[in-house]
């Protein structure tokens, strides 16, 4: 088996030995042997220990010349390895110089400073800078960048860097030069380069203290039409952190570059944002509405990162979440305030259970300050990033808006400039606020999802209603025992007519709102309301105030009362989930084909239809569990019989309700002009179609051929293909489409995503096949999230076949993937995450493949570790 690189621990951490006060670089850019000069102004940290040697991180580089103080240092006074430089002797203060070669063009890592369609691209976050330089490449080491690119003006007529543009020349040769000064202090993982043939998009921001901003998106040509809703969404974040956290931008001109090879979706490098075309590319004929909303998200998730995450940065990769959680938290309160609140919070929830409750509950568990890591590639997870902003929502949950808003400006007021830890965000807020939230730090460091037990019990004399809860938290690897978490719990009481009753706990003077947030700090808890007249029906967790998992027991007509009456809309939806999540595990365990959904599920769906709701909420209230979370709520799990028992509910609500889902779909489906702010009725439009393509009538045949032909936006047209690509004599419209589209690498990917994920019998040959496409590189890490991981991570039924050739694809992929790029071949890898939860057969086939990745001889420490930790 592979050994995995040795494990770095949170509590080793030590302060740097040196400090580095100002950076100068100076590339001159070939693809094949770009030369990085560098230029380093150094003092000893007085916080480190004394006399240390000056270690330089620093990988795949070809050392040039160094100088010491403008004097060249001898071969013995220093020593180069594979993973870095280092220099014994070191002067208090001193300058240093260094020259490094490197080949951008071989690195299909796409970490530190690579090629994309003939243009330089740099991505540095986490350890990538130590591939350009050598350098202290460590998140609390901040320095003042300058930088001057020199190129080729005809093939890179853009040269872009960090910062302000203060000068710029030609040279001889035709070659031109442009230079870059960051006022501001920042890492190395913040450091941006690009260089090549781009157009741009401009417009402008004024802030409230009235600095002039321009606003500047670089994509390659061809894309400028595509770009003017992510301008937008720049325009609509920097706004929205203005009034709601009263924060502005600092620099003269905030750019964005788009580009197709990323292994992320984007980079919040400062006042260069490097994007995956993903996140920035769309119009209607080309992008779905999620597209959209995705744009929306990315882009202010990563304008958001200049104050959390860039001013204020990270002290060490341990407080990862510092940064990704607040600043997930803050993307998602802004697509709340742009869009629907309610269905923003639901799609959020439905994301976390289905991938952190899973994560939580498998081999890769960790806490959301991991106490320690081999790659810190692998700690860029659903934990760190939703479950962290999970954990930041609680202390607004907590603290109330008001008293968030108190503690994040104590925040920045305290560290601005800083490189930072999870506590020193704790202080702040108990701080501000005057809290004692000494136990809120259990969520940093216990790994695992919580689970509340909760009991009612009513009392018709004394007229009071009492719930008594539980809190546990399963072993996870290397922490078998869990301490109770401070947990909020928001929750109101609804009486017979389905009103929000007012919440008087037993001791209190009065009454205190209709929505409660009970504060959970022990292991149980008994809570008493007061007053209440007769048995209420309970609205738990509301707004999902927690990350736990929740334990009561409705009853069927008590969730179907909650779904037509609560005042909590996420809790609707919840009551929908609930009962469907019931019925299909119930089916399952019952292994009897010819069960049915009782009528009481089918009518609760029909009355939905007619409610006067957001048609985003009814639609997602009408969307069965996908069986990825459902596998997870079974052990030894048989995927093919889950699939089975999934398709039959959905074809029998297809049946049962054939006529509300036509009428529906027909009332919506009024041939009116694409408007992105109709996202709400295309989607219950889609989901009414959805379900009817369960049925084999030539009426549907003909509702979706014509939607396909007709549409006017990638929303229609797409859903119309997803439910032709799972019916019989869906091939002439996959072709039509290929066609249309296969100059447009993000519509490609989206054929590419259909055909990975189709039900129909021959999924993985069909994947196979479609590797040998001339759309498809192995290289993109877009195409191999559309084909290979669409089938490996979404398509239950045939990645999890029982003849196990999923399995054996997946680790072929693996082990290819690993030599051209770690990162993605360690994702790709999550897919066996799970295997222990497999019925025998699949649980042993899973951990063949494993085992046999595992045997290669030469694995990246990325995938090493992801794999040892599945296996252990």
Same mark, same amino acid.
């Given at each position: 088996?592979?050994?995995?690189?040795?494990?770095?621990?949170?509590?080793?951490?030590?302060?740097?030995?040196?400090?580095?006060?100002?950076?100068?670089?100076?590339?001159?850019?070939?693809?094949?042997?770009?030369?990085?000069?560098?230029?380093?102004?150094?003092?000893?940290?007085?916080?480190?220990?004394?006399?240390?040697?000056?270690?330089?991180?620093?990988?795949?580089?070809?050392?040039?010349?160094?100088?010491?103080?403008?004097?060249?240092?001898?071969?013995?006074?220093?020593?180069?390895?594979?993973?870095?430089?280092?220099?014994? %002797?070191?002067?208090?203060? %001193?300058?240093?110089?260094?020259?490094?070669?490197?080949?951008?063009?071989?690195?299909?890592?796409?970490?530190?400073?690579?090629?994309?369609?003939?243009?330089?691209?740099?991505?540095?976050?986490?350890?990538?800078?130590?591939?350009?330089?050598?350098?202290?490449?460590?998140?609390?080491?901040?320095?003042?960048?300058?930088?001057?690119?020199?190129?080729?003006?005809?093939?890179?007529?853009?040269?872009?860097?960090?910062?302000?543009?203060?000068?710029?020349?030609?040279?001889?040769?035709?070659?031109?030069?442009?230079?870059?000064?960051?006022?501001?202090?920042?890492?190395?993982?913040?450091?941006?380069?690009?260089?090549?043939?781009?157009?741009?998009?401009?417009?402008?921001?004024?802030?409230?203290?009235?600095?002039?901003?321009?606003?500047?998106?670089?994509?390659?040509?061809?894309?400028?039409?595509?770009?003017?809703?992510?301008?937008?969404?720049?325009?609509?974040?920097?706004?929205?952190?203005?009034?709601?956290?009263?924060?502005?931008?600092?620099?003269?001109?905030?750019?964005?570059?788009?580009?197709?090879?990323?292994?992320?979706?984007?980079?919040?490098?400062?006042?260069?944002?490097?994007?995956?075309?993903?996140?920035?590319?769309?119009?209607?004929?080309?992008?779905?509405?999620?597209?959209?909303?995705?744009?929306?998200?990315?882009?202010?998730?990563?304008?958001?990162?200049?104050?959390?995450?860039?001013?204020?940065?990270?002290?060490?990769?341990?407080?990862?979440?510092?940064?990704?959680?607040?600043?997930?938290?803050?993307?998602?309160?802004?697509?709340?305030?742009?869009?629907?609140?309610?269905?923003?919070?639901?799609?959020?929830?439905?994301?976390?259970?289905?991938?952190?409750?899973?994560?939580?509950?498998?081999?890769?568990?960790?806490?959301?300050?991991?106490?320690?890591?081999?790659?810190?590639?692998?700690?860029?997870?659903?934990?760190?990033?939703?479950?962290?902003?999970?954990?930041?929502?609680?202390?607004?949950?907590?603290?109330?808006?008001?008293?968030?808003?108190?503690?994040?400006?104590?925040?920045?007021?305290?560290?601005?400039?800083?490189?930072?830890?999870?506590?020193?965000?704790?202080?702040?807020?108990?701080?501000?606020?005057?809290?004692?939230?000494?136990?809120?730090?259990?969520?940093?460091?216990?790994?695992?999802?919580?689970?509340?037990?909760?009991?009612?019990?009513?009392?018709?004399?004394?007229?009071?209603?009492?719930?008594?809860?539980?809190?546990?938290?399963?072993?996870?690897?290397?922490?078998?025992?869990?301490?109770?978490?401070?947990?909020?719990?928001?929750?109101?009481?609804?009486?017979?007519?389905?009103?929000?009753?007012?919440?008087?706990?037993?001791?209190?003077?009065?009454?205190?709102?209709?929505?409660?947030?009970?504060?959970?700090?022990?292991?149980?808890?008994?809570?008493?309301?007061?007053?209440?007249?007769?048995?209420?029906?309970?609205?738990?967790?509301?707004?999902?105030?927690?990350?736990?998992?929740?334990?009561?027991?409705?009853?069927?007509?008590?969730?179907?009362?909650?779904?037509?009456?609560?005042?909590?809309?996420?809790?609707?939806?919840?009551?929908?989930?609930?009962?469907?999540?019931?019925?299909?595990?119930?089916?399952?365990?019952?292994?009897?084909?010819?069960?049915?959904?009782?009528?009481?599920?089918?009518?609760?769906?029909?009355?939905?239809?007619?409610?006067?709701?957001?048609?985003?909420?009814?639609?997602?209230?009408?969307?069965?569990?996908?069986?990825?979370?459902?596998?997870?709520?079974?052990?030894?799990?048989?995927?093919?019989?889950?699939?089975?028992?999934?398709?039959?509910?959905?074809?029998?609500?297809?049946?049962?309700?054939?006529?509300?889902?036509?009428?529906?779909?027909?009332?919506?489906?009024?041939?009116?002009?694409?408007?992105?702010?109709?996202?709400?009725?295309?989607?219950?439009?889609?989901?009414?179609?959805?379900?009817?393509?369960?049925?084999?009538?030539?009426?549907?045949?003909?509702?979706?051929?014509?939607?396909?032909?007709?549409?006017?936006?990638?929303?229609?047209?797409?859903?119309?293909?997803?439910?032709?690509?799972?019916?019989?004599?869906?091939?002439?419209?996959?072709?039509?489409?290929?066609?249309?589209?296969?100059?447009?690498?993000?519509?490609?990917?989206?054929?590419?995503?259909?055909?990975?994920?189709?039900?129909?019998?021959?999924?993985?040959?069909?994947?196979?096949?479609?590797?040998?496409?001339?759309?498809?590189?192995?290289?993109?890490?877009?195409?191999?999230?559309?084909?290979?991981?669409?089938?490996?991570?979404?398509?239950?039924?045939?990645?999890?076949?029982?003849?196990?050739?999923?399995?054996?694809?997946?680790?072929?992929?693996?082990?290819?993937?690993?030599?051209?790029?770690?990162?993605?071949?360690?994702?790709?890898?999550?897919?066996?995450?799970?295997?222990?939860?497999?019925?025998?057969?699949?649980?042993?086939?899973?951990?063949?493949?494993?085992?046999?990745?595992?045997?290669?001889?030469?694995?990246?420490?990325?995938?090493?570790?992801?794999?040892?930790?599945?296996?252990?």
């Amino acid at each position: 088996m592979t050994l995995q690189s040795t494990p770095i621990n949170r509590l080793d951490y030590t302060p740097p030995a040196f400090l580095i006060d100002r950076v100068d670089l100076t590339f001159e850019l070939i693809e094949s042997q770009t030369r990085v000069q560098s230029r380093l102004v150094l003092k000893r940290n007085p916080e480190a220990a004394p006399q240390l040697p000056l270690e330089l991180a620093g990988e795949e580089l070809t050392l040039e010349s160094i100088k010491l103080d403008g004097a060249p240092l001898k071969a013995d006074a220093y020593t180069v390895s594979a993973k870095g430089l280092i220099i014994a %002797a070191m002067p208090d203060e %001193a300058i240093l110089e260094i020259v490094t070669l490197i080949n951008p063009l071989t690195n299909t890592s796409l970490n530190g400073l690579y090629v994309s369609s003939g243009n330089f691209i740099t991505q540095c976050e986490a350890e990538g800078f130590r591939k350009i330089t050598y350098y202290l490449d460590r998140p609390d080491v901040m320095a003042k960048f300058t930088t001057t690119i020199i190129a080729d003006k005809t093939r890179y007529p853009v040269l872009l860097s960090n910062g302000n543009r203060v000068d710029s020349g030609q040279m001889d040769k035709n070659r031109h030069w442009v230079k870059w000064v960051d006022p501001f202090k920042k890492p190395a993982y913040l450091f941006a380069l690009v260089a090549g043939k781009l157009v741009m998009l401009a417009d402008q921001h004024t802030t409230p203290s009235g600095r002039q901003v321009a606003l500047e998106i670089f994509v390659e040509p061809g894309n400028l039409d595509k770009c003017h809703h992510a301008m937008a969404a720049i325009k609509k974040s920097m706004r929205w952190d203005e009034e709601r956290f009263g924060l502005e931008y600092d620099l003269d001109s905030y750019m964005i570059v788009a580009t197709s090879d990323f292994n992320m979706g984007a980079m919040e490098n400062k006042g260069l944002n490097i994007f995956n075309t993903k996140y920035v590319l769309a119009k209607p004929e080309t992008a779905t509405d999620v597209d959209f909303d995705g744009i929306d998200a990315v882009v202010a998730h990563e304008y958001f990162h200049n104050w959390t995450g860039n001013r204020v940065t990270c002290r060490d990769w341990f407080q990862l979440s510092l940064k990704e959680g607040l600043t997930v938290y803050r993307d998602q309160e802004f697509s709340s305030d742009i869009g629907s609140r309610s269905v923003e919070r639901i799609n959020n929830v439905k994301a976390l259970r289905e991938m952190q409750f899973a994560e939580d509950a498998g081999p890769q568990a960790h806490s959301v300050r991991p106490e320690a890591y081999s790659e810190i590639n692998n700690f860029y997870t659903m934990t760190i990033y939703e479950k962290g902003s999970e954990v930041v929502r609680m202390y607004a949950t907590l603290l109330g808006k008001e008293g968030f808003r108190k503690g994040m400006d104590l925040y920045f007021k305290r560290h601005d400039g800083q490189a930072v830890t999870c506590d020193d965000f704790r202080a702040a807020m108990s701080d501000a606020n005057g809290v004692d939230l000494t136990q809120f730090e259990e969520w940093y460091k216990q790994a695992g999802t919580p689970e509340l037990a909760i009991t009612s019990q009513y009392d018709a004399t004394a007229k009071t209603y009492t719930l008594h809860i539980k809190q546990s938290c399963p072993a996870t690897p290397g922490q078998a025992e869990k301490r109770p978490f401070h947990i909020p719990l928001a929750l109101g009481l609804l009486d017979k007519h389905g009103k929000d009753l007012p919440l008087q706990l037993l001791g209190e003077s009065n009454a205190q709102g209709t929505t409660r947030v009970l504060e959970l700090t022990a292991a149980s808890h008994r809570f008493s309301f007061v007053n209440i007249d007769e048995a209420p029906t309970p609205s738990l967790l509301r707004d999902f105030s927690a990350p736990v998992k929740l334990s009561y027991a409705y009853r069927d007509e008590e969730l179907v009362f909650l779904m037509a009456n609560d005042s909590d809309a996420f809790n609707r939806w919840e009551a929908a989930n609930t009962f469907a999540k019931n019925l299909l595990l119930s089916l399952y365990a019952s292994n009897d084909g010819q069960q049915l959904a009782p009528t009481s599920f089918i009518n609760a769906l029909r009355k939905v239809l007619s409610e006067k709701l957001d048609p985003s909420l009814i639609a997602l209230m009408l969307d069965l569990p996908r069986e990825n979370y459902l596998l997870e709520q079974i052990d030894s799990v048989n995927p093919a019989q889950l699939h089975l028992v999934h398709r039959s509910v959905k074809a029998q609500i297809a049946r049962e309700l054939r006529a509300e889902l036509l009428a529906t779909y027909n009332k919506l489906n009024d041939g009116s002009t694409y408007r992105y702010e109709d996202a709400g009725k295309r989607s219950l439009k889609n989901i009414c179609l959805d379900y009817l393509a369960e049925l084999d009538e030539p009426l549907v045949t003909e509702l979706l051929s014509k939607q396909y032909r007709l549409s006017d936006n990638m929303t229609d047209r797409l859903a119309a293909l997803k439910a032709l690509v799972n019916r019989d004599g869906g091939e002439a419209q996959l072709a039509d489409f290929a066609v249309q589209w296969h100059d447009d690498a993000l519509v490609m990917d989206k054929w590419f995503a259909l055909q990975s994920t189709s039900r129909r019998p021959g999924a993985l040959s069909r994947v196979q096949a479609l590797m040998d496409h001339p759309a498809f590189s192995i290289k993109n890490p877009n195409k191999v999230r559309a084909l290979i991981m669409g089938f490996c991570l979404q398509n239950a039924p045939h990645f999890h076949a029982a003849d196990g050739y999923g399995y054996a694809f997946a680790a072929d992929r693996i082990i290819e993937l690993d030599k051209i790029n770690p990162q993605v071949a360690a994702r790709l890898a999550s897919s066996f995450n799970r295997w222990k939860k497999m019925e025998p057969q699949r649980r042993q086939m899973m951990q063949d493949e494993l085992q046999r990745i595992a045997q290669q001889s030469d694995l990246s420490s990325d995938l090493a570790e992801i794999v040892n930790k599945a296996l252990s």
